[in-house]
């Protein structure tokens, strides 16, 4: 099947100048996207980090792979809406060129920064704004409801099932990883199952990260609509099983590296950023199943023969 490439998405870092001759990045996987990315997204309930690159007149010797070196006069003011928990606090002058928050309810928080220092008391002429859009975590649900039972076709013929995956982010940032499993039993007029003719198995795997990843934009069956984002894929051909009457059951499950059962996005992974994954929980329907029952053979009507003797 076709996977996406792992598209990976790296917390913002937000740059005072474009300094002539300094192509910066502030450690691994930080990156100075701030005038393209003027927009970053954070799931809820996750902390993150912001970096700003200091003044090379004032720290000459900072290192930028590992933020350290900074000027000993040099200082920063953040500005922060009073929602967002944040070290150091909105509008403090701090020497560190960092600050973290902890506390993200849903919204869209302006952060702003800016340099000054304490040799001369001056302060940058320009405060750079950084907007974090701090969204629900994402939600993935099958919205094709099961059939009625029925009789088999004649020509028996796969289902079309879509799932939803919610999200509140720009379509092409829209990128999940998820699995889905078959499980195909011959089943009793009780329900009860007389034989697994297919035992549960994985038929679709996008895992968080490696070769074949997140399903994404233009991969097969997906379609990128925010916020809800679908996907959708056949069935086997719901035939019955050996004269049986036959259940086709489809289970969303949690990608193969994600660690449990449940739904991460590119935006949830990112706002993992050094720490665990966490799968979020699935919406309140994760199957899809289908019943298809052999039609009855009628049989002979039985009478009493017209030969009986008395």
């Known amino acids: 099947m076709k996977k996406s490439t ?36 954070q799931t809820t309930g996750k902390a993150f980090s912001l970096y700003v690159l200091p003044d090379p007149v004032f720290s000459p010797t900072y290192d930028a792979t590992t933020n350290t070196n900074l000027g000993a006069s040099a200082r920063w003011t953040w500005t922060y809406p009073v929602a ?43 405060s750079i704004t950084q907007t974090v859009n701090v969204i629900a975590a994402p939600s993935a649900i099958v919205t094709t409801a099961d059939p009625a039972q029925a009789c088999v076709a004649a020509v028996p013929a796969p289902a079309s099932v879509v799932i939803t995956f919610t999200e509140n982010v720009p379509n092409g940032l829209g990128a999940f990883a998820f699995g889905i499993n078959e499980l195909i039993e011959e089943i009793d007029p009780s329900d009860a199952v007389i034989a697994t003719p297919t035992a549960s198995h994985s038929i679709y795997d996008f895992p968080v990260a490696g070769a074949g990843s997140k399903i994404t934009t233009g991969d097969a069956g997906f379609v990128a609509a925010t916020p809800s984002f679908t996907f959708t894929f ?48 699935f919406g309140a329907k994760t199957t899809y199943v289908a019943i298809v029952n052999p039609a009855p053979i009628t049989g002979p009507i039985y009478h009493i023969s017209n030969t009986y003797a008395y």
């Open 6 to 41: 792992l598209v990976k998405l790296a917390l913002t870092l937000v740059a005072i100048f474009a300094f002539a001759g300094l192509n910066a990045q502030i450690l691994t996987n930080y990156s100075a996207t701030q005038l393209t990315e003027a927009n970053s997204y």
């Open 84 to 126: 967002l928990t944040g070290a150091p606090a909105s509008g403090a002058v701090s020497p560190t060129n960092t600050v973290n928050f902890t506390v993200l309810p849903v919204g869209v928080y302006a952060i702003s920064v800016v340099e000054s220092n304490t040799l001369s008391g001056c302060v940058s002429a320009t």
């Open 234 to 281: 056949n069935t086997a051909a719901l035939a019955v099983s050996n004269g049986h009457r036959t259940r086709y059951t489809y289970t969303l499950v949690g990608a193969s590296d994600a660690g449990g059962n449940g739904i991460v996005s590119n935006i949830s992974h990112k706002s993992d950023f050094g720490g665990a994954i966490t799968p979020y929980a």
